[in-house]
């Protein structure tokens, strides 16, 4: 425990001031594309992840004082509080949290293997709840501030590919939907993110993707997103939404005949 | 460590009003020894406790801009209720709310209870609390019979007026600096009835009121005014006076109905708009205009009530007035600093009417007219920081804004002065704007020297520390006007 000292002041933003932005999962793929991108426009960021090597790269080519990064592992939820108070001292406040830290290792069809799946549920859903929870105390007594939490679309229904997968995101959207709601009122925003494909590492391994983004495109969506006010749940992109819609509709006795 | 201690967290802690407050390291212990480990980890750490219950003091007597805050709600059980006696032992994170709860299906109800059921037991008794009944009955302290005392070094004294006396009457009042009430034992008042007999007396001016409550002061339980602060010249202090006794043995035909819990609960809505969402609403005349407006209707309709008579209320509907719109505070602001502060001034009977119409034509003088005005009718207590004297009290919630904040303040001077000329007091529930020789000149040089003096002693390091503390006893003399407005400090 360390005294927060003066560095720890009121944490509202007035105006002029840069948004400050918490990112968890910003070594790779759409989190570092964030952080980039929120560094070039002179946002305050914090970028958390398990990489350090990847972290020196991520701030040595962001404009400098723009990107403050901190060794983090999603596993180690017990030490969330800590550091959220150091980053809010760091940053002289916080507007808004990106949980973007997620992992899909690939399962073979004839793989059933509790470890991996523990992982998955731990990274993608248990670090999210984590973050989302901490963070949502500080800007309920705030009334103010925006949370946004990457899930996927593969939370809409689960697929035959990795059960765990798709479990851990159907747990993250609707863990992100209920706090949304409880949030409602009290001046917080909270926005779920749910990306189709996006060529990043996570995706490598697959031979076709469908309707593939780059994580450049997904972050500059999820930015215009959670800053305007029309959507608190995007699907990046936006044609996800009418083929969720038609695929959240077949029924389960069809559905599990079907490959997709 | 941090299991050991409670749960720690970072988060915004603001006085009621909202005008005040700072992003600080919340820690909420569940139990004594974690309480202790606190306590040990803050002497070492170098840094200063804020003692804070649920919060409910206007200003900054909860809240800290520097070291760590102390959350106590979560030390809140009910350890015991005497259905004989009345008597309630409790944990100090308890409420009012639990308090009662636990006590009227047995019927008792708390001798001493405020316009909101939330603060917690230890913060009323920290703060030494009254309600309408403080002519009758006194203040929290008053109706207190013991107080367990946590002092900085751990340890745990008990104190009452027989036990540590002096502790006693030192820390109730004493605004959590001279250690953590961790429980608090207190009597409760017999009611045979879940309702009170209520009427309401409408007034045309304050001398009336005032006329008007002095008459009632020895048959009434309840007496309160509440002011049309718009009321100007020949009308000033208008307003709708309160007046509500508890039900004699057998009044009440069906006793056992109105003593049960949902007798009590208030109105889930109010015309037809959800409770939850009233203060959107209340938002849209949150202006002079209308205020001026809502207070003159508000008038209107006291009138009409006067004209009903005798009329029951169950106890919570008359005396949680604070509570039928929850987080109505929002109507005045929801950013962080902006809000209302509320100025609560005690004068003695000799000088009450003209002080208090002093204040309302100040007010009105100078731009800030208060949205909201109480008039209530007070007697003295033993307590050495206390509020209460022979006399009266007028509050006034007044609006703050990023604009009108430093103009208020030097207002709020003004009304100090008054208040000082009149030889009034001051109550630190509420205060968020007295300075040091403000405080020396109600208080006395002397009571000062001696809380100084129990707080040397108690806690020789200043363990216990809150914005308030450093405000009206750390600061220099009228160094400081106002309150640093937030990001600037």
Known sequence: MQHPGSSLQNSSSTGSVPERVLVVGASSGIGAALVRQLASEGCQVAALARREDRLAELAADAPAQTVKVYRHDVLDAGEVPALLERIVGDLGGLDTLCYVAG??????????????????VEVNLLGGMAWCAEVARLFLSERRGTIVGVSSVAGERGRRMNPAYHASKAGFSTYLESLRNRLEGHGVR?????PGMVKTEMTREIDKLVWPITPEQAARTMIATWRGSFWSTRFIPLRWCLVMAVIRAIPSRIFRHLNI | MALEMGRVGIERV?????SVGSVARVIRPE???QLRAVLAEARKAGVTLAPRGTGCSYGDASTTEQGWCLDLTHMNRVLSFDE?????????????????RRSLPSGYWPKVVSGTMFPTVGGAAGMNIHGKNNFKVGTFGDNLLEIDLLLANGDLLTCSREQNAELFHGAIGGFGMLGIITRVKTRTQRVYSGDVRVRGISCHDLGEMMEAMQELVDVADYLVGWIDTFGAGSAAGRGLLHDARYLAEGEDSDPGKTLCLEHQDLADSVMGVPKAEIWRVLRLFNHDLGM????????VAGRMESMRGWHRQSHGGFNFLLDYVPDWKYAYARQAGEGLIQYQAFLPSETALDGFLALLAEGQASGHVPYLGVLKRHRPDPFLMTHALDGWSLAMDLKVTAKNRAHLWQTCARFSQICLNAGGRFYFAKDQVISPSVARASFGARRIAAFRELKAQADPQGLFSTDLWRRVFEQDPDQRSHGPWPGQA
């Open chain 1, 103 to 120: 992992v899909m290792p690939m399962v073979g069809p004839q793989e059933y293997d509790p470890d991996l799946d523990r992982t998955m």
């Open chain 2, 31 to 33: 139990n004594l020894d």
């Open chain 2, 84 to 100: 004989s006696t009345g008597d309630a032992d409790l944990e100090g994170g308890a409420t009012i709310r639990q308090l009662w």
């Open chain 2, 14 to 18: 603001e006085g009621w009003g909202m």
């Open chain 1, 190 to 194: 909270v926005v779920t993110i749910l």
């Open chain 2, 292 to 299: 001026r407006l809502i207070n003159g209707v508000k008038q």
